[in-house]
């Protein structure tokens, strides 16, 4: 078998990787830090009086309410419903934008006549939609799910338009100088080329399908994570909002970082 050779460095480029190495943990390290003294001043100014935990909650109450949904066999349910919604919202908002951002990179006479709606689209308060969407679509999960799409993929084919009309000129005038067409040129060039813009794109689309989804859930929904913190503000449970809303935030967290991770394997 053959040895793998080692890269020889520098003493100075050492210096520079223990540098960044050294930033890089003082950087996760002060965000953890970050987040214990949140929740620690939360919880303290809770038991305290100086706000009232009625109203605000606190770390432990909403510990407490986790732990009764999960006894209850609920948490779980409400979490896999939003977490679908959210998904497939999300994964159908990228195809369909990327596919959509295609057709205007392909056909400039396309783009310059729907770049207005486009812009127009994006504009519009999606909320306002959300009586059509019911008559439309009904009640069910399509219409939380057309609601995700809807709020994503406008941004999704603004964001991939750019990443692909921002490719190198040189190259693209090379490729027509060897007799590439549009096909080879999306493939062997425009794909590759965008790759960064694909990544951010996705990180854009994270966000928006998450608020798509409990938007959703706001309008038409029986179970799921925008339920739970629509009945829980009806009945003045603010204990299960902020809980509700805490899950929400470590599953956003959580989609992100995965999405942070393929960034760095495949960018790279």
Same mark, same amino acid.
């Given at each position: 078998m053959k040895k793998? !050779?080692?890269? $020889? /460095?520098?003493? $100075?480029h050492i210096a520079y990787l223990k540098k960044q190495k050294k930033k890089k943990i003082t950087v996760t390290v002060s965000r953890c830090l970050l987040l214990v003294a949140i929740l620690g001043f939360w919880e303290l100014f809770a038991q305290l009086k100086v706000v009232n935990p &009625? *109203?605000?909650?606190?770390?432990?109450?909403?510990?407490?309410?986790?732990?009764? +949904? /999960?006894?209850? @066999?609920?948490? &779980?349910?409400?979490?896999? *419903?939003? +977490?679908?919604?959210?998904l497939v919202g999300f994964v159908l908002a990228i195809i369909l934008g990327y596919a959509v951002a295609v057709v205007l990179w392909a056909s400039e006479t396309v783009r310059k006549v729907l770049e207005p709606y486009i812009v127009v689209l994006n504009s519009l308060p999606?909320?306002?939609? @959300?009586? +059509? *969407? !019911? *008559?439309? !679509? @009904?009640?069910g999960y399509d219409a939380i799910i057309f609601m995700t799409v809807l709020v994503s993929i406008i941004v999704c084919i603004m964001n991939m338009l750019s990443g692909f009309i921002a490719v190198d000129k040189t190259k693209l005038t090379l490729m027509k100088a060897m007799g590439a067409g549009k096909f080879t040129t999306l493939r062997k060039l425009i794909i590759p080329a965008s790759l960064p813009a694909l990544m951010n794109t996705l990180k854009v689309a994270v966000g928006l399908a998450w608020i798509g989804s409990i938007m959703g859930e706001y309008i038409v929904s029986k179970a799921g994570l925008g339920y739970l913190i629509v009945y829980g503000g009806q009945v003045f449970k603010l204990d299960l909002v902020m809980t509700a809303t805490f899950i929400l935030c470590l599953l956003a967290g959580g989609m992100y970082g995965i999405i942070a991770l393929v960034e760095k394997k495949v960018v790279r």
């Amino acid at each position: 078998m053959k040895k793998k !050779i080692k890269p $020889e /460095y520098s003493r $100075e480029h050492i210096a520079y990787l223990k540098k960044q190495k050294k930033k890089k943990i003082t950087v996760t390290v002060s965000r953890c830090l970050l987040l214990v003294a949140i929740l620690g001043f939360w919880e303290l100014f809770a038991q305290l009086k100086v706000v009232n935990p &009625f *109203i605000t909650s606190s770390p432990s109450r909403v510990c407490t309410t986790i732990a009764s +949904l /999960y006894s209850d @066999g609920s948490l &779980f349910y409400h979490i896999g *419903i939003t +977490l679908m919604e959210t998904l497939v919202g999300f994964v159908l908002a990228i195809i369909l934008g990327y596919a959509v951002a295609v057709v205007l990179w392909a056909s400039e006479t396309v783009r310059k006549v729907l770049e207005p709606y486009i812009v127009v689209l994006n504009s519009l308060p999606k909320i306002a939609l @959300g009586p +059509l *969407i !019911i *008559i439309w !679509i @009904g009640t069910g999960y399509d219409a939380i799910i057309f609601m995700t799409v809807l709020v994503s993929i406008i941004v999704c084919i603004m964001n991939m338009l750019s990443g692909f009309i921002a490719v190198d000129k040189t190259k693209l005038t090379l490729m027509k100088a060897m007799g590439a067409g549009k096909f080879t040129t999306l493939r062997k060039l425009i794909i590759p080329a965008s790759l960064p813009a694909l990544m951010n794109t996705l990180k854009v689309a994270v966000g928006l399908a998450w608020i798509g989804s409990i938007m959703g859930e706001y309008i038409v929904s029986k179970a799921g994570l925008g339920y739970l913190i629509v009945y829980g503000g009806q009945v003045f449970k603010l204990d299960l909002v902020m809980t509700a809303t805490f899950i929400l935030c470590l599953l956003a967290g959580g989609m992100y970082g995965i999405i942070a991770l393929v960034e760095k394997k495949v960018v790279r």
